[in-house]
C-alpha cells in the first residue's frame, strides 16, 4: 500500500520543516484523477484513427463555423503553442484539418477540420463521452458541487498563471 498524501507530507515536513507541502494533497488528487480518466478512456484508442490529444484538439474545430487560430486552441486547451502546433501538423499531414495563413497576421495559422476529420471525431468523440458518463455517474448529486469547486480552481490557477 502507498503511503497517504498525509504521510508523505509528513515526511517531507520531518525531512525540510520550512518547506510548504500545502498543495501536495490537492495536485496529487488532480493528477490522480486525470490518471484514472486517462486509464479509463485508453481502450477506445487503441487501433483508433487518432490520438486523445489529437481528438482534444479537434473538439473546438469540429463544430466552428470559421477557422480558428492555432493559438486560441492553444490556449483553450492549456496546452503550449509548440505543442499544438507538432500536433496539428500529424492531423493536417494525415488530411484531419488544413491550415492556412491567416490575412490579418501572416505568422498565426487558421485551422479548420476536414470532412474526414469531422467523420473521424464523430466516430471516436461520443464513445469516449459514454466512457466518462459511466466514470463519473457515481457523483450523483455532488456533480454540481464538484464542477464549481473545479471551476473555482481553474479561475485561480489562471489569475497566476497570467
Excluded: C
Excluded at 29 to 43: C, H, M, N, Q, S
Excluded at 70 to 81: D, F, H, T, V
Excluded at 91 to 100: N, P, Q, V, W, Y
Excluded at 145 to 157: E, F, P, S, T
Aim: charged share 30%; aromatic share 4%; glycine share 8%.
Amino acid at each position: 500500500m502507498h503511503p497517504s498524501p498525509a504521510e508523505i507530507r509528513a515526511q517531507w515536513a520531518e525531512r525540510n520543516p520550512g518547506l510548504d507541502t500545502s498543495p501536495m494533497e490537492l495536485v496529487g488528487l488532480l493528477k490522480r484523477a486525470g490518471g484514472l480518466l486517462d486509464r479509463a478512456v485508453e481502450p477506445l484508442y487503441e487501433g483508433a484513427l487518432l490520438t486523445a490529444p489529437e481528438l482534444d484538439m479537434l473538439v473546438p474545430l469540429r463544430h466552428a463555423s470559421d477557422p480558428i487560430i492555432a493559438r486560441r486552441i492553444a490556449e483553450r486547451l492549456g496546452m503550449s503553442r509548440a505543442g499544438v502546433s507538432k500536433t496539428l501538423a500529424k492531423l493536417e499531414s494525415r488530411g484531419f484539418i488544413t491550415r492556412t495563413p491567416s490575412p490579418a497576421d501572416r505568422r498565426a495559422a487558421l485551422v479548420t477540420i476536414t470532412e474526414a476529420g469531422a467523420k473521424a471525431i464523430d466516430e471516436l468523440f461520443p464513445r469516449q463521452l459514454a466512457t466518462e458518463v459511466e466514470l463519473l455517474s457515481a457523483l450523483g448529486e455532488d456533480r454540481d458541487w464538484v464542477l464549481k469547486a473545479l471551476g473555482r480552481l481553474v479561475d485561480v490557477m489562471e489569475s497566476k498563471a497570467g
